[in-house]
């Protein structure tokens, strides 16, 4: 008996529950037990795949530019090849496009981009050889000079993991893009120290919903692979900074607002030279397998030139954050850092986007704070980070919470929020597309990412039904249909007609097409003259209903389920014990009180047209009280 109990036990929690009909804040079902189970299993994995991509960039780095055996990270800045750097990374790129046609096309470009589309359009499924060669390639990339972020080849390989564990199980694919999903924040947590920030990045970007069943498994995932990070790497912030002042008053933030809209007007910069730069390559006569060749050449003359602009960059960002910008470090990230970046990323070659961004934005506010108020070390580079990041990505909240995990400075709060909101909204007026979804929408997939409630959501049943119809009582004859199918034919409108005993209760229902077919067989002369229409509704399958205090979005799925396209509304069985009422039992009556139908629902669409587009003044505003106004014009 325990047995038999505890196994009905884990096919309550296991089971893929009905929620479509039930009433409740949340749909969220017990299957999110489970899905969190793996994913913290994918966290701890995520943390170890990132610590694993670090040490491969470190290791290609020395390769490439000590010629010694060291996984350690460290700067390609500091080499003495001389000119001979302007080769390295050349050579890199040639092993990426090798990889790229023999061994994955899927390893080019950022990472986030490929991680959309395999949660969009492939059901969350990556193929195995994803998963090892965009790391590998990253690395190579990076290591020899690209100048790239892990985070972008992390998050497609983290993603890549979470949804390899998930096609092992029986899921579905909004379960295995929750495990993919979770993978990718677990990588950006274990990179970054970031975890809250990797979820925002999760919620804002890549799970198109803020429910609790994708929400819960990815904030897990990620607050897991923080926690692994912190044995394996450290618990950050892997950029300290000195705690700033508590309000920075109204000149400061002001200062914010213009850093804001400047970092936004250089994030729509690059994102149209980047694309304007990929359409050169697509133009070239050359196989793409070569392109980052290209853009290799292209970072060695930039490297030679400038050296701080090769590699990832980190040592960089800490000396912006330092205060210790020259106006070398400054003019060579904004030109050199900027143009070799979007070069090499246009090319197709493998890398991120965040390092990269980060870095140009922290130059920009660098150099705006030579002529804004002195806020103290770091201040003006920090915002400028942030701004440049949400122009970029479209995130701000995103951007606004990784400064603050990047930092620990929770002073620079009110500041990064009028700096990520004036960048966002200049942004989205300026541009249709953040510099990721570009990508997508180049390859016919547009992106809509406004999260809000759906209209068949907050709107319920009882607000669009139909209560003036024609119920058929059980107790008529097929004779006496006759009549009354002829008067009705001339209405117009009703193709279901319930059919009710006495009081109004629902018996079942019959469609017009079947009651034509009653009586038509009736006129032939076969013999059901003086059968009654309960007699014919009782042998039909058991109607499928609606209730007045339903959402719209419950109907919907219903009528999808069924494919029905109308249904009787009734209202809920009742069973009164004690003085009180429970819904949803079995005693009562059903009572009947209309019929909703697909055109009806339809109605909500109109009705939140109507409260965005029409305009109304409420509450007029009359200057002189009514007496006055007429003795005035008096």
Known sequence: MKNIQLRSFWT????????????ADFTTTPRVIPISVLAVGIGVTGAYVAVGLLKLIGLFTNLFFYQRWDATMTSPAGNHLGAWVIVVPIIGAVIVGFMGRYGSERIRGHGIPEALEAILLRGARVEPKVAVYKPVSAAIAIGSGGPFGAEGPIIMTGGAVGSLIAQFFHLTDTERKTLMVAGAAAGMAGVFASPVAAVLLAVELMLFEWKPRSLIPVALASATAAAARRGLLGAGPIFPMAAHTTFVGAKALAGCALVGLVGAGLAALLSIWLYAIEDTFHRMPLHWMWWPAIGGLVIGIGGYIFPPALGVGYDVIGSLLQGDATTRLIIG???????IWLVSLGSGTSGGILAPILMIGGALGAALGHFLPNQGMGFWPLIGMAAVLTGSIGSPLTALVFALELTHDVNMLLPLLVGVTLAHTLITLALPRSILTEKLSRRGYHLTREYSTDPLESMFVREVMRSNIVALPGTISIQELRQSLSVEHGRSGQWLYPVVEVGQSLMGVITRRELQDLVSQS?????????ELSDIVSKKPQA???YPDEPLRAVVYRMAETGLTRLPVIERRVNREGGRQRRGTETGVAKLVGVV?????????????????KRERVLPIRIFPLGARNRVMK
């Open 12 to 23: 309550k929690i296991f089971a893929e529950k009905e929620t479509h009909g039930r009433l």
């Open 544 to 546: 499928v209903v609606a």
């Open 333 to 339: 990230i904004l030109v050199v850092k900027s143009v």
């Open 523 to 531: 006129r032939a002369g076969e013999d059901q003259g003086e059968l």
């Open 597 to 613: 139908s697909l055109n009806d629902l339809l109605q909500a669409r109109v009705m939140n047209l109507q409260a965005e587009r």
